[in-house]
Structures are given as structure tokens and as C-alpha cells.
Nanobody, 122 residues
Framework: QVQLVESGGGLVQAGGSLRLSCAAS????????MGWYRQPPGKQRELVAE???????NYADSVKGRFTISRDNAKNTTNLQMNSLKPEDTAVYYC????????????????WGQGTQVTVSS
């Protein structure tokens, strides 16, 4: 019922920038939270940045001051601007949204994007 499509990954040199985008479509009633996670090679998925249900932002310590999450509620999109990239930022990045649907407006469903590869070379 709801699909998340990500774009913007790629290969960049250390110190460079990338911008990731995630667009949600389908039978959306409301979006509770939006966020970005990443999974480095051989490691578990971890939170990068998110908008909480109260509208505040939350960042992993490792990206504070370098990454910025933004959102466009009218377009059901979220973006992640990544600056001063480091080789340790290399990972598959996933968009996540907690969504209430038109069919079930009181329920909350967890959706993930397909993932986009970000590779930072040294």
C-alpha cells in the first residue's frame, strides 16, 4: 500500500558531499516519523538521523555537524544532506517511515526503502 523510493547514493571521495532523497507514495493518511538508517559492511543497521513524532530531530553522534535531515510534508519526502563524508560513512542507506494509511488511519505501519549504496573513498 505504501512504497518508499530512495535515490542519490553513489561513489564520492572523502570530504565530498551527497544528498539522499526518499519519496513515499500510496495510500498515505499521515506520516508519524521519518528517518535514515545505514548498514555498513558486516555490521548491523544503525540510526543516522530522524524526525521524531514530536517533530524534533535526532542524529547519531558520528554524523552530528556533518549530516542534515530535512522533510517536505506536502510531498511526503525526506532528504539527507551529507557533507564532509568519511570512509567510515560507507554503507547502504535506508529510508524508514512510520505511516498511517487511509484504510487504517489509527494504525501505524513501518516501511523501509530498498536501500541505496554510499561509498566514500579515501
Amino acid at each position: 500500500q505504501v512504497q518508499l523510493v530512495e535515490s542519490g547514493g553513489g561513489l564520492v571521495q572523502a570530504g565530498g558531499s551527497l544528498r539522499l532523497s526518499c519519496a513515499a507514495s500510496g495510500s498515505i493518511f499521515s506520516i508519524n516519523t521519518m528517518g535514515w538508517y545505514r548498514q555498513p559492511p558486516g555490521k548491523q543497521r544503525e540510526l543516522v538521523a530522524e524526525f521524531t513524532s514530536g517533530g524534533s530531530t535526532n542524529y547519531a553522534d558520528s554524523v552530528k555537524g556533518r549530516f542534515t535531515i530535512s522533510r517536505d510534508n506536502a510531498k511526503n519526502t525526506t532528504n539527507l544532506q551529507m557533507n564532509s563524508l568519511k570512509p567510515e560513512d560507507t554503507a547502504v542507506y535506508y529510508c524508514r517511515m512510520v505511516v498511517s494509511t487511509i484504510t487504517y488511519p489509527s494504525a501505524k505501519f513501518n516501511y523501509w526503502g530498498q536501500g541505496t549504496q554510499v561509498t566514500v573513498s579515501s
